[in-house]
């Protein structure tokens, strides 16, 4: 792969498995030094070896994002070893427990979902960003799920989590302008990570209904390296033709198109 992302550092939470670990292996052939943020000090390390094995920068500290101290000190320990912080993807995440109807879902593991998925985010970018737009530059690549965006019974716990998020980053985006920082949302596809095994085990799920893990790293290599500035605020897919949906940015934009919306009136509606 083509060194796009010499000489920059990314961070990633979530980054001792799964889309994270893949992310990280992408982000090293790209040439970038790698910060891997995890509560498994024993899984960032394994990957953290892997790619100064293959002749890469990376470093590995220990957090749970949902502790804005643990991981302040952790971005803080990263930086130390690879420099200031010009990606970051916050990718940390969990499934919400099993399905159930609302009504019938543990409070407390719901709750615990949107202090991962939602909460932890927002301390990512508190732990990250200031840092970035003090030197006005800097790139935020939020990993989200169409899931965000659907009514999937059983599922109010990480639907809910993954529609604050990309409502976060959209916002993010406008907070930002004008600073050299960009917040963007990417969504894997089913990705089969030990996450979405249970699924896999239990569901009916067509074999072609799962997405290749590696195009969701090769999209945000591209988001790292800017080709993905234009859309900033929206989500895109990792089966998404980037190049085209950048050619009609600014449509998009205007449109609310890959992005959370309601829309309104019944101009144009048949009432038959």
Known sequence: M???????????????RGIGAAAARAF???????????????????????????GGRAWGAVADVSDLDALRAAVEAIERELGPTDVLVSNAGVSGGPPAPAWAADPSTWWRTQEINVLGALHAVHAVVPGMVARGRGRVIHVGSLIG????????????????????????????????????SMSPGLVLTRMTQPMK????????????????????????????????????????????????????????????????????????
């Open 201 to 272: 085990d239990h569901l009916d799920i067509p074999d072609e209904a799962w997405s290749d893990i590696g195009k969701s790293a090769d999209l945000m290599v591209r988001l790292a390296a800017g080709d993905g500035d234009p859309l900033a605020g929206t989500m895109v897919h990792a089966e998404d033709d980037l190049d085209a949906l950048v050619a009609r940015a600014q449509e998009i934009r205007e449109r609310g198109w890959y992005a959370l919306r309601m829309v309104r009136g019944l101009e144009g509606l048949d009432p038959a």
């Open 28 to 54: 090293a052939r790209a040439g970038a030094a790698v910060g891997l943020i995890a509560r498994s000090d024993h899984e960032i390390e394994v990957v953290a070896d892997e790619l100064r094995e293959a």
């Open 149 to 184: 965006t659907r009514s999937m019974p059983g599922s109010s716990a990480y639907a809910s989590s993954k529609a604050s998020l990309l409502r976060l980053a959209e916002v993010l985006a406008a907070d930002l302008e004008g600073t050299g920082v960009v917040s963007i």
């Open 2 to 16: 083509e060194q796009r992302l010499k000489n920059t550092t990314a961070i990633v939470t979530g980054g001792g």
